[in-house]
């Protein structure tokens, strides 16, 4: 493995994303369900009543179903929306629909709130390529999250959602990169 963290991240998600790539639609089925109730008990033990998560892509863990089970508990949720500068501004997503962001993410359509907006949330669901037993967080390279968190002065809980081979001893990582409190599988919530 070479020793530059940067070219060792990019090969780790090289393959981490072909991996999730060849899982079958039963193997994600499966997974989705789990995430949805590990999701829901992290809900029901942070006593949230806002937080912000992002929707998913396809091959990505599938947030919808939890985030549809929030908004119907009238819990408030903001989906990150990209922007040109690096900075994720916010939204409730009022229009429930959606559209393609900057890098070809899903993102809530409604009506913009700032990157402030993330300071008033209670719980932040965050996406992950791998994160480590250390907390240490391993993301998809653009650092939308890393900047965000790293720049709050007061950060609630933040728990990152991975299939169960993507927690793994150890990720490479750099001075920016931002650790989270907690990790979110199928099978387990684990927090740091």
């Known amino acids: 493995m070479p020793d530059d963290p940067d070219v060792q991240k990019r090969i780790l998600r ?56 929030a908004e119907a508990r009238g819990i408030r949720v903001l989906f990150p929306v990209t922007r040109e500068d690096g900075l994720l501004d916010w939204t409730v997503g009022e229009d429930d629909t959606e559209q393609l962001g900057l890098h070809g993410t899903p993102e809530a359509v409604g009506e913009l709130l700032g990157p402030m907006a993330i300071n008033d949330v209670d719980l932040i669901v965050v996406p992950a390529a791998a994160v480590d037993a250390s907390g240490m967080r391993l993301g998809w390279g653009r650092g939308y999250f890393d900047k965000t968190l790293g720049s709050m002065a007061k950060c609630p809980p933040v728990y990152a959602v991975v299939y169960d081979s993507e927690f793994v001893e150890r990720v490479p990582h750099e001075r920016h990169d931002q650790g989270v409190n907690g990790v979110i599988t199928p099978t387990r919530i684990v927090a740091f």
């Open 14 to 69: 090289a393959e981490l994303r072909e991996r999730r790539q060849n899982r079958s639609n039963h193997e994600r089925e499966l997974a989705t369900e789990g995430f949805t109730a590990r999701l829901q008990e992290l809900v029901a033990q942070t006593g949230a009543t806002s937080l912000s998560c992002y929707l998913s892509m396809p091959s990505e863990p599938n947030t919808r179903p939890f985030v549809n089970w």
